[in-house]
């Protein structure tokens, strides 16, 4: 019975130091409780990119309906580049079908106190793609929700690829490209669109669970 403590102590102690390390936060730039996790070294690099690129302008399809605590599910990207925005005299066009995720994200855009350097625009995002009218920096696709039915994975590619389509022509020689949710069955998000993106001179910068492309003679 002499070991019962010792070994209970090793396993709450192996428990905790396993927590720490699969936390993967943005640590200074977030605080440290956030857990970005699949997400965490393609935001950072992102984040790099842009501050090497001195990005001005960034649209996000599919908003951040949970705001920072759907950090390690959703991404929190509307909060992570806003604050990035924030810092930078950058700006974030946030775009969402779903008026309850609009309000949700502009509740925590507010929170944040973001509202000087986030936009949510309440719009199916192709149309608002289409009719966006200045160059686009940093262009993040995460809309259309992707899941294990064949015919939804197929219309979130297809819906994907329609996004880069439509903003294609306001994307210049250092604009960077992040697509969400890409290793999943099936290619995920991004399947049609990194194939079309291939073949029109862009290139894989890294590629996890999310893609960052950029021009394939782009010198980083
Ligand atoms: C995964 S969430 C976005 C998560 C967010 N980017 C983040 O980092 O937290 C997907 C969002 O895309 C939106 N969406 C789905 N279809 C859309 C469309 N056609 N146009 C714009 N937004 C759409 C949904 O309403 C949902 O809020």
Not at 15 to 40: A, E, N, Q, T
Not at 46 to 69: P, Q, V
Not at 147 to 161: A, R
Request: proline share 2%.
């Amino acid at each position: 019975m002499d070991y019962v403590w010792p070994v209970l102590l090793l396993g709450v102690a192996g428990f905790f130091i396993g927590k720490f390390v699969k936390h993967k936060s943005l640590y200074p730039f977030m605080p440290f409780r956030y857990d970005f996790r699949k997400r965490r070294d393609t935001f950072r690099r992102c984040l790099d990119l842009l501050d090497k690129t001195n990005a001005r302008t960034i649209i996000e399809t599919g908003t951040s309906r949970e705001g920072l605590h759907g950090a390690k599910s959703n991404g929190a990207a509307t909060i992570v580049f806003g604050k990035w925005a924030q810092l930078n005299q950058a700006f974030v066009h946030s775009v969402d079908i779903s008026e309850r995720s609009v309000e949700a994200s502009q509740k925590e855009v507010v929170a944040q106190g973001l509202v000087e350097s986030v936009k949510i625009h309440l719009s199916d995002s192709i149309q608002f793609l289409e009719s966006f009218a200045e160059k686009v920096d940093f262009l993040y696709l995460d809309s259309y929700d992707y899941s294990n039915d064949v015919e939804v994975q197929l219309k979130s590619q297809t819906h994907h690829l329609k996004e880069f389509k439509a903003i294609e022509h306001q994307l210049h020689e250092k604009s960077i490209v992040l697509i969400d949710d890409c290793d999943l069955p099936n290619g995920g998000k991004g399947k049609l669109v990194v194939e079309y993106m291939l073949k029109k001179g862009w290139k894989i910068l890294m590629q996890e669970y999310q893609i960052l492309l950029v021009r394939q003679d782009m010198v980083i």
